[in-house]
C-alpha cells in the first residue's frame, strides 16, 4: 500500500474484551497456583486464616467481610488443606484484578488504535506487569491479610468507574454509581482501603456530569448504599458474645453467654466503637507528622524498587535502581498517554493514582520503614516492620500506565520502522504495519522482567516452614502447660497450628503484647484447657502421666480482671510467693523515660505463676529474648527446645542439664529428643531459598543456635557423632537461610 493511499474504517469497536481479560485473569490465576503457599507464613497470615477459619474476630477492626469469605473459601474441597483454600482466595482475587486493569488499558486505547488486537496488547501488558509486581505477587500466594480482596474491589469499582465515563448520561449510569457505593461500603468492611476510590470517584463525576450531585434522590441512593455495604460489621456483636477462641476486641458486653440485653447495651456499643475505629493503636494524629513527608515518600520509593526486583541481600542494587526508573518513568509516560488518549476516564484514573500514592502515604503517616535508609540505622523511629503491603493498591494500578507508557514506546519505534494511513471517523493516523509491529516487539520483553526477577523472592511453593516453627515451639512445651509469648511472629502461627490443624490445643499461649488489654485476659479467664492429644505427642514427654487441670491457670474474676492498671512503678525488688509456697525475687522493669516498674501483660505473667505455678508448666518462648531475665527468672530457667523452662528452684548440673557459657542451663537430653524425633522445621527450612523478610529472621535464627547449643551440649557429654550430626542440620538450615555467618559465629 502507498504512504498516499489510506485505509478507512467503518466504525470503531469500542466492545471491551471480556473473553480476552478472563483469559489473562486465568493465566495470572495459574501463575499463582504454581507459586502458591501449601501452608500459613509469618506476621499476620496465621492469624487471619486461623480466625476466618473459626469464624473468629482478627485484629481490629476485624474485617468482618474478610472473615465470611475467608469461611466460605475454609471449607470449600479445592484444596488439600484449609490454609491453601484461604490462600486460593488471595490468589483469585488478585487474578480478577489483572483482568480489571486489563480492561481498563484496552479502553483507554480505543479511541486510538483501529484494531482490537492492539488495544488487547496493551491490556495483556497491564495484566502481566501488575500481577508480577513483588508486593501483588506475594501476597497473592499466601493470604497475610485482607489487602488483595481490598485490591479486587477496588479494581472492579474502577473498571465500573471507567465505564461511567464513557457514558455519563447512559441508561446505566445511575446504577453503576449506586453499585460503585455499594461495593465501597462493602470494601471497607473487609478493610478501610474500600473507600480510596470513592475520591476518584467524587473528582470524576464533579468534573464530567457535576450536576449528578444535584440530585438528591441519587446521592441519598448512593449513601445507603454505602451503609448496606458496611452491613457485615452487624456480625461482630454477635459473632463475639459466642466467644471464639480467636475474639480480639471482643466487640460485645456479654460475659458468658448470647443475649438482648447485653447486646443492645452501651457497653457493647462502646466496645464495638472502640474496635471499630481501632483505638487501641493509638496513631497519633495526621498534622503530628512522625517523620518528615519526604522521608515518608522515601519509604514508598525503597517499596517502589523492590516491585520489579526485589532484591533481598543488596547484590544487584544498581540493577534494581536503573529497572524502577524505567517503571517509574513508563508509568509517568502512560499517564500522559491515558491524558491525550482517554481525558474522560482520566478524570477518574489519574486521581485514582494520586490518592493511592502521595494521599495514602500521607495519610498513613508511617516512621522509617524498617529497611529504608539503612545507613541511619536506629537513631531514626522505624516500623517493626517493612510496610510495603499498604501500598499493594498503587504498584497495581500503576501497572495500567506502565503498559499504556511501554506501548506507546513500541508503537513509536514501530511508526518509524514502517506505517500506512489509516482513517478513522474524521481522523487518519498512521498506523504501523504488523511487520513493524513484529520488529519492535522485543521491546516488550520489559515487560516480563518481574516475571524472572521476582519468582524466586515471591513465590512461596513448598513453603512450610512457618507452621513447622509453631508445631515444633508448641511440642517443646509439657502438656497443659502455659507458654509466655511477645509478639506476632511467636504468636500467630501457634493459634493456627491450635485452631486449625488441631496441634497441641492444651497448651495455653500468653501473648505480652495483647495482655496489656483487658478483652485478652477475659479470654484467659473464659477459655477451658484443651485435652493433651497423647497419642501424637513427643516422645521426650511420652513417659509420664499428665493430669488435665479443671480450671484456667489464672484465679481472677472478670471484674478483678479488668481492674487491673495498666502499669505500676516499683522502686525496688519485690518478692512473688506462689500458692505452692515458692518464692521468687521479681526485678523492676524499665518501660522508659526514666519509668521502672511492671506493665499489665507483667502482671499476668506473675498472676499465673503465683496461682498455678509449679503444677501448670510454665515457659518462656525464646524469642521472648531477655523478657524472663528482666523480671529476675534467669537463674531459674532451664532451655527445653525453642522454650526456657521455669523451675521452682535453681537448678544444679545433673546427667542431662548442663549449664553452657552463653545460654545458662540447657536440657540436652529433652532437647536432643525433640530436635531428632519431633521437630520438622529443620527439614523445610533448610529446603528455603533465602531469607527475604529480614525483620522475622529470628525465627530461623533460634533454630541455628539451637542447632550450635544442642551440638556444645553433646560434645560436653561425650557424644561426638551425635554433635556432628545435629551440627550439620543447623548448617543445612543456616545455608537455606542465609545464616552460614550467624552459625560460624556459634562456633
Same mark, same amino acid.
Not at 184 to 199: E, T, V
Not at 447 to 456: K, Q
Not at 524 to 540: F, M, S, V
Not at 583 to 601: C, K, M, S, V
Given at each position: 500500500?502507498?504512504?498516499?493511499?489510506?485505509?478507512?474504517?467503518?466504525?470503531?469497536?469500542?466492545?471491551?474484551?471480556?473473553?480476552?481479560?478472563?483469559?489473562?485473569?486465568?493465566?495470572?490465576?495459574?501463575?499463582?497456583?504454581?507459586?502458591?503457599?501449601?501452608?500459613?507464613?509469618?506476621?499476620?497470615?496465621?492469624?487471619?486464616?486461623?480466625?476466618?477459619?473459626?469464624?473468629?474476630?482478627?485484629?481490629?477492626?476485624?474485617?468482618?467481610?474478610?472473615?465470611?469469605?475467608?469461611?466460605?473459601?475454609?471449607?470449600?474441597?479445592?484444596?488439600?488443606?484449609?490454609?491453601?483454600? %484461604?490462600?486460593?482466595?488471595?490468589?483469585?482475587?488478585?487474578?480478577?484484578?489483572?483482568?480489571?486493569?486489563?480492561?481498563?488499558?484496552?479502553? %483507554?486505547?480505543?479511541?486510538?488504535?483501529?484494531?482490537?488486537?492492539?488495544?488487547?496488547?496493551?491490556?495483556?501488558?497491564?495484566?502481566?506487569?501488575?500481577?508480577?509486581?513483588?508486593? #501483588?505477587?506475594?501476597?497473592?500466594?499466601?493470604?497475610?491479610?485482607?489487602?488483595?480482596?481490598?485490591? /479486587?474491589?477496588?479494581?472492579?469499582?474502577?473498571?465500573?468507574?471507567?465505564?461511567?465515563?464513557?457514558?455519563?448520561?447512559?441508561?446505566?449510569?445511575?446504577?453503576?454509581? %449506586?453499585?460503585?457505593?455499594?461495593?465501597?461500603?462493602?470494601?471497607?468492611?473487609?478493610?478501610?482501603?474500600?473507600?480510596?476510590?470513592?475520591?476518584?470517584?467524587?473528582?470524576?463525576?464533579?468534573?464530567?456530569?457535576?450536576?449528578?450531585?444535584?440530585?438528591?434522590?441519587?446521592?441519598?441512593?448512593?449513601?445507603?448504599?454505602?451503609?448496606?455495604?458496611?452491613?457485615?460489621?452487624?456480625?461482630?456483636?454477635?459473632?463475639?458474645?459466642?466467644?471464639?477462641?480467636?475474639?480480639?476486641?471482643?466487640?460485645?458486653?456479654?460475659?458468658?453467654?448470647?443475649?438482648?440485653?447485653?447486646?443492645?447495651?452501651?457497653?457493647?456499643?462502646?466496645?464495638?466503637?472502640?474496635?471499630?475505629?481501632?483505638?487501641?493503636?493509638?496513631?497519633?494524629?495526621?498534622?503530628?507528622?512522625?517523620?518528615?513527608?519526604?522521608?515518608? %515518600?522515601?519509604?514508598?520509593?525503597?517499596?517502589?524498587?523492590?516491585?520489579?526486583?526485589? $532484591?533481598?541481600?543488596?547484590?544487584?542494587?544498581?540493577?534494581?535502581?536503573?529497572?524502577?526508573?524505567?517503571?517509574?518513568?513508563?508509568?509517568?509516560?502512560?499517564?500522559?498517554?491515558?491524558?491525550?488518549?482517554?481525558?474522560?476516564?482520566?478524570?477518574?484514573?489519574?486521581?485514582?493514582?494520586?490518592?493511592?500514592?502521595?494521599?495514602?502515604?500521607?495519610?498513613?503517616?508511617?516512621?522509617?520503614?524498617?529497611?529504608?535508609?539503612?545507613?541511619?540505622?536506629?537513631?531514626?523511629?522505624?516500623? #517493626?516492620?517493612?510496610? $510495603?503491603?499498604?501500598?499493594?493498591?498503587?504498584?497495581?494500578?500503576?501497572?495500567?500506565? #506502565?503498559?499504556?507508557?511501554?506501548?506507546?514506546?513500541?508503537?513509536?519505534?514501530?511508526?518509524?520502522?514502517?506505517? $500506512?494511513?489509516?482513517?478513522?471517523?474524521?481522523?487518519?493516523?498512521?498506523?504501523?504495519?504488523?511487520?513493524?509491529?513484529?520488529?519492535?516487539?522485543?521491546?516488550?520483553?520489559?515487560?516480563?522482567?518481574?516475571?524472572?526477577?521476582?519468582?524466586?523472592?515471591?513465590?512461596?511453593?513448598?513453603?512450610?516452614?512457618?507452621?513447622?516453627?509453631?508445631?515444633?515451639?508448641?511440642?517443646? /512445651?509439657?502438656?497443659?502447660?502455659?507458654?509466655?509469648?511477645?509478639?506476632?511472629?511467636?504468636?500467630?502461627?501457634?493459634?493456627?497450628?491450635?485452631?486449625?490443624?488441631?496441634?497441641?490445643?492444651?497448651?495455653?499461649?500468653?501473648?505480652?503484647?495483647?495482655?496489656?488489654?483487658?478483652?485478652?485476659?477475659?479470654?484467659?479467664?473464659?477459655?477451658?484447657?484443651?485435652?493433651?492429644?497423647?497419642?501424637?505427642?513427643?516422645?521426650?514427654?511420652?513417659?509420664?502421666?499428665?493430669?488435665?487441670?479443671?480450671?484456667?491457670?489464672?484465679?481472677?474474676?472478670?471484674?478483678?480482671?479488668?481492674?487491673?492498671?495498666?502499669?505500676?512503678?516499683?522502686?525496688?525488688?519485690?518478692?512473688?510467693?506462689?500458692?505452692?509456697?515458692?518464692?521468687?525475687?521479681?526485678?523492676?522493669?524499665?518501660?522508659?523515660?526514666?519509668?521502672?516498674?511492671?506493665?499489665?501483660?507483667?502482671?499476668?505473667?506473675?498472676?499465673?505463676?503465683?496461682?498455678?505455678?509449679?503444677?501448670?508448666? #510454665?515457659?518462656?518462648?525464646?524469642?521472648?529474648?531477655?523478657?524472663?531475665?528482666?523480671?529476675?527468672?534467669?537463674?531459674?530457667?532451664?532451655?527445653?527446645?525453642?522454650?526456657?523452662?521455669?523451675?521452682?528452684?535453681?537448678?544444679?548440673?545433673?546427667?542431662?542439664?548442663?549449664?553452657?557459657?552463653?545460654?545458662?542451663?540447657?536440657?540436652?537430653?529433652?532437647?536432643?529428643?525433640?530436635?531428632?524425633?519431633?521437630?520438622?522445621?529443620?527439614?523445610?527450612?533448610?529446603?528455603?531459598?533465602?531469607?527475604?523478610?529480614?525483620?522475622?529472621?529470628?525465627?530461623?535464627?533460634?533454630?541455628?543456635?539451637?542447632?550450635?547449643?544442642?551440638?556444645?551440649?553433646?560434645?560436653?557429654?561425650?557424644?561426638? $557423632?551425635?554433635?556432628?550430626?545435629?551440627?550439620?542440620?543447623?548448617?543445612?538450615?543456616?545455608?537455606?537461610?542465609?545464616?552460614?555467618?550467624?552459625?560460624?559465629?556459634?562456633?
Amino acid at each position: 500500500m502507498s504512504a498516499t493511499t489510506s485505509t478507512k474504517l467503518a466504525e470503531i469497536d469500542y466492545r471491551p474484551s471480556y473473553g480476552a481479560a478472563a483469559i489473562a485473569a486465568a493465566l495470572v490465576f495459574v501463575l499463582y497456583l504454581l507459586t502458591l503457599s501449601p501452608s500459613t507464613a509469618m506476621w499476620d497470615t496465621s492469624e487471619y486464616i486461623a480466625a476466618a477459619f473459626t469464624l473468629g474476630l482478627p485484629h481490629p477492626p476485624g474485617n468482618p467481610l474478610f472473615v465470611l469469605l475467608g469461611r466460605f473459601f475454609s471449607i470449600l474441597p479445592i484444596a488439600p488443606n484449609v490454609a491453601m483454600r %484461604v490462600n486460593i482466595l488471595a490468589a483469585l482475587c488478585s487474578a480478577v484484578s489483572a483482568g480489571m486493569w486489563f480492561l481498563i488499558a484496552e479502553r %483507554v486505547l480505543a479511541g486510538w488504535l483501529p484494531r482490537r488486537w492492539q488495544r488487547r496488547f496493551a491490556g495483556a501488558l497491564a495484566a502481566l506487569i501488575g500481577s508480577t509486581a513483588f508486593t #501483588v505477587w506475594a501476597q497473592s500466594v499466601v493470604n497475610e491479610k485482607v489487602y488483595t480482596v481490598s485490591l /479486587v474491589g477496588m479494581a472492579i469499582v474502577a473498571w465500573l468507574a471507567v465505564r461511567w465515563c464513557d457514558d455519563p448520561d447512559g441508561p446505566k449510569a445511575d446504577r453503576i454509581l %449506586v453499585l460503585i457505593a455499594y461495593l465501597s461500603g462493602l470494601g471497607y468492611a473487609n478493610h478501610m482501603a474500600g473507600f480510596l476510590a470513592l475520591p476518584a470517584v467524587f473528582i470524576a463525576v464533579l468534573v464530567i456530569r457535576p450536576r449528578t450531585f444535584l440530585r438528591y434522590k441519587l446521592v441519598l441512593a448512593g449513601l445507603l448504599a454505602i451503609v448496606l455495604g458496611m452491613t457485615p460489621f452487624l456480625t461482630q456483636p454477635i459473632r463475639s458474645a459466642y466467644f471464639p477462641r480467636i475474639n480480639e476486641g471482643e466487640t460485645t458486653g456479654c460475659i458468658t453467654k448470647l443475649s438482648a440485653d447485653c447486646t443492645f447495651s452501651k457497653l457493647t456499643y462502646d466496645r464495638f466503637m472502640y474496635n471499630f475505629n481501632r483505638t487501641q493503636y493509638g496513631k497519633p494524629a495526621l498534622t503530628d507528622r512522625q517523620i518528615p513527608f519526604t522521608a515518608q %515518600v522515601g519509604m514508598w520509593w525503597t517499596y517502589f524498587r523492590w516491585q520489579w526486583l526485589r $532484591d533481598a541481600n543488596g547484590t544487584h542494587a544498581a540493577a534494581q535502581t536503573l529497572l524502577a526508573w524505567v517503571f517509574l518513568l513508563l508509568g509517568l509516560l502512560g499517564g500522559w498517554v491515558h491524558w491525550q488518549r482517554d481525558r474522560k476516564s482520566f478524570w477518574f484514573f489519574g486521581p485514582l493514582i494520586f490518592t493511592v500514592t502521595l494521599v495514602l502515604i500521607y495519610y498513613m503517616n508511617f516512621k522509617y520503614g524498617y529497611s529504608q535508609a539503612p545507613e541511619l540505622g536506629d537513631a531514626v523511629p522505624r516500623e #517493626v516492620r517493612d510496610r $510495603d503491603y499498604f501500598y499493594l493498591w498503587s504498584f497495581s494500578a500503576w501497572s495500567v500506565w #506502565v503498559a499504556l507508557g511501554l506501548f506507546d514506546v513500541w508503537h513509536r519505534i514501530a511508526q518509524m520502522l514502517g506505517s $500506512d494511513p489509516v482513517q478513522m471517523g474524521a481522523e487518519t493516523f498512521d498506523v504501523p504495519r504488523k511487520s513493524s509491529w513484529m520488529a519492535a516487539s522485543p521491546l516488550l520483553l520489559v515487560a516480563i522482567i518481574p516475571l524472572f526477577a521476582n519468582w524466586s523472592t515471591a513465590s512461596r511453593h513448598g513453603q512450610t516452614d512457618t507452621r513447622d516453627f509453631a508445631h515444633d515451639l508448641l511440642e517443646s /512445651v509439657e502438656p497443659y502447660g502455659v507458654l509466655v509469648t511477645v509478639g506476632d511472629n511467636d504468636t500467630f502461627p501457634l493459634w493456627y497450628a491450635q485452631e486449625v490443624e488441631g496441634i497441641r490445643q492444651d497448651v495455653t499461649v500468653l501473648c505480652t503484647s495483647l495482655l496489656n488489654t483487658d478483652w485478652y485476659t477475659r479470654q484467659l479467664i473464659r477459655n477451658p484447657i484443651r485435652p493433651y492429644d497423647k497419642a501424637n505427642g513427643p516422645p521426650a514427654y511420652a513417659d509420664r502421666i499428665w493430669t488435665r487441670p479443671t480450671k484456667a491457670p489464672i484465679s481472677l474474676t472478670y471484674t478483678q480482671s479488668d481492674s487491673v492498671p495498666p502499669a505500676v512503678a516499683l522502686g525496688a525488688p519485690q518478692e512473688l510467693k506462689t500458692m505452692s509456697g515458692y518464692t521468687f525475687n521479681i526485678q523492676p522493669r524499665d518501660l522508659g523515660g526514666g519509668y521502672h516498674g511492671l506493665e499489665r501483660a507483667d502482671l499476668f505473667v506473675l498472676y499465673i505463676i503465683r496461682d498455678a505455678f509449679p503444677s501448670t508448666p #510454665v515457659y518462656f518462648s525464646r524469642t521472648d529474648g531477655t523478657y524472663p531475665d528482666e523480671m529476675g527468672f534467669g537463674n531459674n530457667l532451664i532451655t527445653t527446645g525453642l522454650a526456657r523452662k521455669l523451675v521452682a528452684t535453681p537448678p544444679t548440673p545433673s546427667a542431662t542439664i548442663i549449664k553452657l557459657s552463653n545460654e545458662g542451663w540447657f536440657d540436652v537430653a529433652t532437647t536432643y529428643s525433640l530436635w531428632t524425633k519431633t521437630f520438622d522445621a529443620p527439614k523445610s527450612l533448610a529446603r528455603r531459598n533465602g531469607w527475604a523478610d529480614r525483620p522475622s529472621v529470628g525465627i530461623p535464627y533460634v533454630y541455628v543456635r539451637t542447632g550450635a547449643l544442642l551440638a556444645e551440649g553433646l560434645m560436653q557429654e561425650g557424644r561426638k $557423632d551425635e554433635a556432628q550430626k545435629v551440627m550439620a542440620t543447623a548448617q543445612r538450615v543456616a545455608n537455606g537461610t542465609g545464616l552460614a555467618d550467624l552459625l560460624a559465629a556459634q562456633q
